[in-house]
């Protein structure tokens, strides 16, 4: 996943949630300004959200209109540290309920940037509040809180301050650079998913013999481009239906009670929509989870209808079966027969050898997940 992108959807979502906190201060200020001490003799409160509001709507306008621009995040930043200094000086320093709003942007900066830059916020914001602070005590700048603190207070409570900063700059660094590793991580999960897929896709695509896959109810999963040309049904109008309602013959499941039956192999004839009569030749596979739980069925087939000989081939018969005669000796059966016998073999080598990758994929899609 590109950084930037990344960085674009975290602020993104900040400046909703910065909008939405901005809105609740001036809930608060305005409804029940008995909460804060000194709340209701500050002329500047109002003005300032106001400003602020602003300030969030024109970081919003320019991060939809230059989404490119990598200055957004330390203008972002830069503005609320600004505008949270202002907000606690004008309600009290010290005595301001609204010193925990630095925190907020000390785990700004943790997500947005290094571990560096957010021990640099949290350096930043610690020293505009000592600042402001000491030139209040003083009297370098109006005092704006109600009871003058002792020094030794002060100190304790400024100490107190710059080791909370730090301390949420670094849990907050750490946490931010464990997810961006585990998403590193998953992300190169995600491109080798992706490569296996579309190199499975590619193997079952390219079999000469049709593949279908579906549930344990007969509803159709998969239908590679040889089946599609063979049935003369595109995938998209099968996807879902039942393979039942497709042809009863094809569902081979309830022909046979005893599961070991379903390596046989069935020939039917088969009604394109077309019109056309087309011989195929059917086998089926169980589709087995990582748990060796049954939880689908694939089924090869072959069109055999060029090699078809006039007299009428024997069903339900296994793939390697000689012909036997009337005494129940093998017999050596006709040239003919044996010749399109050898050639369906040699067209399901095809079929196995995709099976067989279809399997492999499920099997290192479950080492891949686990």
Not at 39 to 68: E, K
Request: aromatic share 10%.
């Amino acid at each position: 996943m590109d950084k930037s992108f990344a960085t674009r959807e975290w602020l993104e979502w900040l400046t909703r949630v910065r909008l939405l906190t901005i809105t609740l201060i001036l809930t608060i200020g305005v409804v029940w300004p008995q909460y804060i001490p000194g709340f209701s003799s500050n002329r500047f409160f109002l003005p300032l959200i106001i400003f602020w509001i602003t300030l969030g709507v024109l970081h919003l306008i320019l991060l939809r209109g230059v989404p490119q621009a990598r200055w957004h995040g330390g203008s972002q930043v830069a503005g609320d540290v600004v505008m949270i200094s202002l907000l606690v000086y004008s309600t009290g320093l010290q005595e301001s309920y609204f010193i925990s709003l630095y925190l907020l942007v000390i785990i700004v900066a943790s997500i947005l940037f290094s571990r560096r830059i957010a021990f640099l916020a949290a350096a930043t914001c610690f020293l505009l509040l000592a600042v402001m602070t000491v030139m209040a005590y003083a009297e370098k700048i109006p005092r704006t809180f109600s009871s003058l603190p002792t020094t030794e207070s002060l100190r304790t409570w400024l100490v107190m301050n710059l080791l909370g900063f730090l301390a949420v700059a670094y849990l907050a660094s750490l946490l931010a650079q464990s997810l961006r590793k585990k998403g590193v991580e998953l992300e190169e999960k995600r491109e080798e998913l992706l490569s296996l897929q579309d190199f499975t896709e590619d193997i079952i695509h390219s079999m000469r013999g049709g593949l279908i896959t579906t549930d344990l109810g007969g509803r159709i999963l998969l239908l590679n481009r040889a089946g599609e040309e063979i049935l003369g049904h595109r995938f998209a109008e099968l996807r879902g239906r039942r393979l039942q309602e497709l042809n009863d013959d094809f569902w081979l499941p309830d022909q046979y009670e005893d599961s070991e039956r379903l390596s046989l192999r069935k020939e039917i004839d088969f009604l394109t929509p077309s019109g056309q009569v087309r011989y195929l030749g059917i086998s089926i596979s169980p589709l087995r989870s990582r748990d060796s739980e049954r939880n689908g069925y694939v089924f090869n087939f072959q069109d055999l209808t060029d090699l078809r000989t006039g007299a009428p081939v024997r069903r339900d018969r296994p793939r390697n079966s000689a012909a036997f005669d009337g005494r129940g000796r093998c017999g050596q059966g006709t040239g003919a027969s044996r010749t399109a016998r050898r050639r369906r073999e040699a067209s399901c080598q095809y079929c196995e050898q995709g099976i067989r990758a279809a399997q492999q994929y499920h099997h290192r899609l479950s080492q891949l997940f686990s």
